[in-house]
């Protein structure tokens, strides 16, 4: 698999389409703070916002702020890489497009499993939430 191109994207306004919800205004507040090298859960996520890991999908599947929100660090909570831009399943090619961009930046595997050391727990993401 070869590099990555990164959209040239750095904007803060929503592509073209609905305006997010309150809810997804919070979920992309919080999956910004998620640093390179890292990621989170649907449900550590859904934790943090008393909210459900199906909502953080969803909501995550129409982040209108790609890359910005980096909803690519969002995993399964069994550390697999879950969904991505509406694909789901380890072959698909935006799935598999997830697993290089975390490839990219430092996240390693366990076969087709995120390293438990590079994910953060419901209470790590509440600190860098409040930070």
Same mark, same amino acid.
């Given at each position: 698999m070869g590099t990555v191109r990164k959209k040239d994207r750095t904007s803060?306004?929503?592509k073209k389409g609905r305006q997010p919800t309150a809810f997804e205004q919070r979920l992309?507040?919080?999956c910004k703070k998620?640093? %390179?090298?890292?990621?989170s859960t649907y449900g550590a996520l859904a934790k943090v916002l008393?909210?459900?890991?199906?909502a953080v999908g969803q909501g995550l599947r129409r982040n209108p702020?790609?890359?910005v929100v980096p909803c690519h660090r969002v995993v399964a909570a069994d550390l697999q890489l879950g969904g991505f831009s509406g694909s789901w399943g380890i072959e698909t090619a935006n799935v598999c497009r997830k697993? %290089?961009?975390l490839?990219?930046?430092g996240i390693c595997f366990d076969g087709h499993k995120v390293a438990p050391s590079c994910v953060l727990n419901a209470d790590e993401l509440a600190q860098i939430k409040s930070e």
């Open positions: 803060q306004e929503p992309y507040e919080v998620i640093p %390179a090298g890292k990621v008393k909210s459900s890991a199906r702020y790609a890359p697993k %290089a961009l490839k990219d930046e």
